[in-house]
């Protein structure tokens, strides 16, 4: 594959272009900005798509980083903006772009404002899709922290009564967490020999890297990475900040946040932690088990305790992202498979579930399921798809949640790992396997209270799901269905990455 | 003598007295304004003569005994001076018209001010600098005290006279020992007496705090040292020689805020940069270093700290620039080892002219804000950012670049000096721990100016009258540098990086 096709960076950037156009272009016409953000959002999903379609040679994917594009910065400390995609970032790209477009749509009714408003979206898009593709830590630190303010005003400026609250919290969390990154990185450079950003040197040479330093000092790096990353994922004790944004955040921005944001942490967890210092990670692979296992329960508690829609939501998604931690724990290819491939269901079915929170709430102004009750009667069709919803994110046959978590489970119990960690990953994935009865709980207690049940009088005069909203979410249970019957349709670019990623441990793979 | 070198000092220094001649005799109708386009006239006369001779292939050869070394960094901050002035000069037209007691004395102390500045950025030797750095504040004492509507002007100039006075006599001071011991004014020669000396003369057998490696410093020494750095961190408000800075800057009309916070502090670091480059040795560097790294961790933190507690735009921002002398700091000591040097050399040099762009990008936006409230109180500010897309915007970069968020160049520059700190060695990580999580305190209190422009809705009137042009136009120049900056550091790194000593 040669270098510098750009096709890549056009994806990056084309939001960005669109961000730009709304700060130049003043239109009173309503929706003008709606169709401007519909229309670059959507022109880079079909630029993920046609990326998809060239990724693969003869149909089969090649493991390592294509349509790399590589620019020099600043030469004098070898840092240069260079993009590209493997098996474990096209996925991503991919779910950012399909899940930014649909929430356009999601937002369609947001009037107030809207010029920032889809700005802001748009600017937040090129962050996200730049940490999903940079291989370049300087450019990895620039994306990542490109997302945060877009992300601060989104929830501050269009967010519920405590938006402020939240959105401070937010950006709080995600900056001091990135001051460990940044010094991490600092010191990974300083240590790398000639000193180097690059990450695809860095990849290779990663054995020279860690001779470099002290063991105690290896540990405080790793340390320092994972808890930017546990942050964000986000691992239980730092999830404290996730409930307080999805409950505030506007419907789009908490689709976009479950949808997108918390895979940007467990992406860094497996770009860096597990990329750049493989031996550590297996060493701690019983400690990653029992906290996935730890954020698995202890989220589906929570959200069986809640009574409003998003905030069990919020925490199912904090006890879905620990399967991706457990399958972390494998180190073989079922269970990395496994955890990238509930990075993506997560994704959509959250989005999912958070849209109907919103066709909910803009319909009856409350969340409250205390309030709500058979909603059915007056919306049949959106309370039929979200069945359908529930039954995806409890992990039923046929939808792509079962075949993720399958994997994971199936890939921690046989383990690679030898001697006792070996037997105690696997009680490790019995106790965690619990957690999905817990999910059937609350998503099916969760379903009955909104949706069945006597009708009230106050949602007598309630409408079912409109077009627009219907586009979304068929759209997303399209991609459900697809996965869940054929999996290989990801698996395919998975499966080669995560074989190159196990092949740097002695004993995986 | 070679006084071509001297030509853009020349020019400045006649365009200021022609400004004070011109005043007597303008008739009263558009005063400010033609006084203002004279001032604008000599500034950027005296630039294009720097940039001209510069890059038409001049060489100065005289450097008369260090006292005007015209060497690339003197070129660099020289430029980044005097566009400092230009951009003040541009965001005050408005403000001196109708606050400022006598305009014609402002604008040509603006520019003697600028003039000291620049021989201050160009001292390779005690006395010429001393004399500069008094040039500079003395004609910054009288500007702080020229605002009609405010007594507090008055006080603040008092107490920045008394400060200014008394940090000046003890760099003078320290200056004098100097002298004592080696025998020289001129930086170089006296780095040279420093590092040829044995250590019989330079050490004692007297037991202290600062201990280092092969023996104790003799307590003259010792204290010439302390005195220098302390007399110059006084000029760039280091904690503890800040006092001054909180009361000056809210008391100060806004231009000459706008004037400390830039000209005034990078003069200051660049001669700091200078006189330590003199004193670098094996004997005596350790001192130094140690000294600024308390120096910069109390800066950042109680700058950092204190700020969050303000609602006064004026002193926030005297908090906030507390805060940066203490990053910069943090790369002034990179500049002692050699493994360093080079980053934290490229460092300041890019954190100094991003900051200048920065600090009046921001004073432009908080000079037309003020003019609107009325006030400069944050609860007075609410929404004006909804109210004024464009100065929000800039605001808002400004902003997010003081506190070293991409897509800004303050983010390179912070993330230059950090690199740098760390390069020298795993010892000082925990100092570029400190300087990382300093920026995250920052953050709260930015985003907390962010909230109160962005998050309510204007309470006041559609302004009447719209901003003066040149105020526009120097935002967006700041906007542009800040962006440009990032996306392109070599204009300015492929520069400074001819840059390896200063003495």
């Known amino acids: ?31 003008f900005y709606h169709w401007l953000a519909a229309g670059f959002t959507g ?7 046609i990326l998809g379609g060239r990724y693969t040679a003869n149909g089969v994917a090649k493991p390592g980083f294509q349509f790399i594009d590589v620019l020099p910065w600043m030469p004098q400390f070898n840092i240069q903006y260079q993009v590209g995609v493997d098996g474990l970032s096209l996925p991503m790209v991919f779910l950012t772009s399909l899940i930014v477009f649909l929430a356009v749509f999601v937002s369609w009714k947001t009037k107030e404002r809207s010029r920032l408003y889809f700005a802001m979206l748009m600017l937040m898009e090129t962050g996200v899709l730049g940490v999903f593709t940079s291989l370049d830590l300087f450019l990895f630190f620039v994306m990542w922290e490109l997302e945060l303010i877009p992300m601060y005003l989104l929830i501050g400026m269009w967010g519920g009564p405590r938006r402020q609250y939240a959105a401070i919290k937010f950006i709080l969390y995600t900056m001091l967490a990135s001051a460990l990154m940044l010094i991490a990185f600092l010191v990974i450079y300083f240590l790398s020999e000639p000193h180097t950003f690059d990450l695809i040197v860095l990849l290779q040479s990663q054995d020279s890297l860690l001779a470099g330093m002290s063991r105690p000092f290896q540990i405080t790096i790793f340390l320092a990475l994972f808890t930017c990353f546990a942050v964000k994922l986000p691992m239980v004790p730092f999830h404290t900040w996730l409930p307080d944004a999805h409950v505030e955040a506007p419907t789009a921005i908490s689709v976009i946040l479950a949808g997108v944001l918390l895979k940007m942490g467990a992406y860094g967890i ?23 296992m730890i954020n698995i329960i202890y989220g589906a508690l929570l959200a069986l305790a809640q009574t409003d829609m998003k905030r069990v939501i919020a925490y199912s998604s904090v006890s879905h992202m620990g399967f991706v931690l457990l399958g972390l724990a494998a180190w073989n290819e079922l269970g990395l498979n496994g955890a990238i491939l509930q990075m993506f269901t997560h994704g959509t079915i959250t989005a999912l579930l958070f849209i109907f929170v919103g066709v909910v709430y803009d319909r009856t102004h409350t969340r409250d399921m205390t309030e709500l009750g058979g909603l059915s009667a007056r919306m049949p069709l959106a309370s039929a798809l979200f069945v359908i919803a529930a039954l995806a994110s409890i992990g039923a046959p046929g939808m792509s949640g079962f075949v993720s978590e399958f994997l994971i489970f199936t890939g921690t119990y046989g383990n690679a790992l030898t001697g006792l960690n070996h037997f105690l990953i696997q009680g490790v994935t019995i106790v965690a396997a619990t957690g999905i009865i817990l999910g059937a709980g609350y998503t099916l207690w969760m379903t009955r209270r909104v949706f069945f049940g006597p009708l009230s009088e106050r949602w007598s005069e309630l409408s079912d799901i409109n077009s627009v909203e219907l586009f979304s979410v068929v759209i997303l249970l399209l991609f459900v269905f697809a996965i ?8 395919d670019y998975i499966n080669p990455a995560s074989m190159q990623l196990l092949s740097h441990v002695p004993g995986g793979g | 003598m070679d006084f071509i070198a001297l030509a853009p000092e020349i020019g400045l220094a006649l365009s200021a007295l022609f400004l004070i001649v011109l005043d007597l005799f303008l008739p009263e109708q558009n005063k400010t304004a033609r006084l203002s ?18 890059f038409g292939g001049y060489q100065a050869t005289a450097d008369f005994d260090g006292a005007f070394v015209s060497d690339v960094a003197s070129v660099f901050f020289r430029a980044v001076l005097l566009s400092s002035a230009l951009l003040t000069l541009m965001i005050s037209i408005d403000y001196v018209r109708e606050k400022i007691r006598y305009a014609g004395e402002f604008y040509a102390l603006l520019m003697l001010a600028t003039l000291g500045a620049m021989f201050m950025v160009s001292a390779a030797e005690a006395l010429t600098l001393y004399l ?66 044995s250590d019989d003369y330079l050490l004692s057998g007297l037991k202290g705090a600062f201990a280092i490696q092969n023996g104790h410093l003799r307590i003259e020494l010792l204290a010439a040292i302390l005195m220098v750095v302390g007399g110059l961190c006084y000029k760039i408000a280091a904690v503890p020689f800040h006092m001054w800075a909180p009361d000056v800057y809210e008391g100060a009309p806004l231009p000459v805020t706008a004037f400390l916070s830039s000209s005034s502090k990078i003069a200051g670091f660049v001669a700091l940069m200078r006189v330590l480059d003199g004193l670098n040795s094996t004997n005596t560097t350790s001192i130094w270093v140690n000294f600024l790294i308390v120096l910069a961790v109390l800066s950042m933190t109680y700058g950092n700290i204190v700020a969050i507690a303000q609602h006064n735009v004026k002193r926030l921002f005297a908090y906030s620039s507390i805060a940066h002398a203490g990053y910069l700091l943090m790369g002034v000591v990179a500049l002692s080892t050699s493994r360093s040097r080079e980053t934290a050399m490229i460092g300041l040099c890019y954190y100094l002219l991003v900051y200048m762009l920065t600090t009046l990008g921001a004073f432009a936006v908080i000079m037309r804000f003020a003019d609107r409230a009325r006030s400069s ?18 605001l808002a970069c400004c902003l997010l670049s003081l506190t070293g968020l991409p897509p800004f160049a303050g983010f390179t520059g912070k993330f230059y000096l950090f690199g740098a700190v760390t390069q020298m060695g795993s010892g000082y990580l925990w100092l570029v721990l400190v300087g990382v999580l300093n920026s995250v305190l920052s953050l709260y209190y930015y985003s907390r100016l962010l909230r109160t422009l962005f998050f309510a809705d204007a309470e006041l009137p559609e302004p009447t009258q719209a901003a003066h042009p040149t105020l526009v136009l120097a935002s967006l120049i700041s906007v542009l540098g800040i962006i440009g900056l990032f996306i392109f550091p070599g204009w300015v790194t492929d520069f400074v990086a001819q840059i390896h000593t200063l003495i």
């Open chain 1, 1 to 31: 594959m040669e270098n510098n096709t750009f096709l890549l960076s056009a994806i990056i950037f084309l939001p960005m272009l669109g961000a730009l156009l709304c700060g130049v272009i003043k239109s009173d016409k309503p929706y």
């Open chain 2, 377 to 394: 109180r944050l609860q007075d500010w609410a929404g004006l950012g909804r109210q004024h897309p464009w100065f929000g915007f800039v």
């Open chain 1, 270 to 292: 497996i770009r860096f932690n597990l990329g750049l210092f493989p031996d550590f990670m297996q060493w701690a692979s019983l400690g990653l088990a029992v906290l996935g």
């Open chain 1, 484 to 491: 869940g019957f054929y999996p290989a349709l990801l698996l």
């Open chain 1, 43 to 49: 022109a880079t999903f079909a630029l993920t798509l």
């Open chain 2, 132 to 197: 500069a750095l008094e040039l500079l504040s003395i004609s910054s004492f009288v500007m702080v005290a020229l605002r009609k509507d405010q007594p507090r002007s008055a006080e603040a100039s008092i107490k920045y006279l008394i400060f200014g006075a008394v940090s000046s006599g003890i760099l003078l001071y320290g200056f004098s020992l100097l002298y004592g011991i080696t025998a020289s004014l001129n930086f170089s020669d006296i780095n040279t007496f420093l590092l040829q000396y």
């Open chain 2, 37 to 54: 386009f004279v001032a604008g006239l000599g500034l950027t006369l005296s630039l294009g003569l720097l940039l001209g001779l510069h």
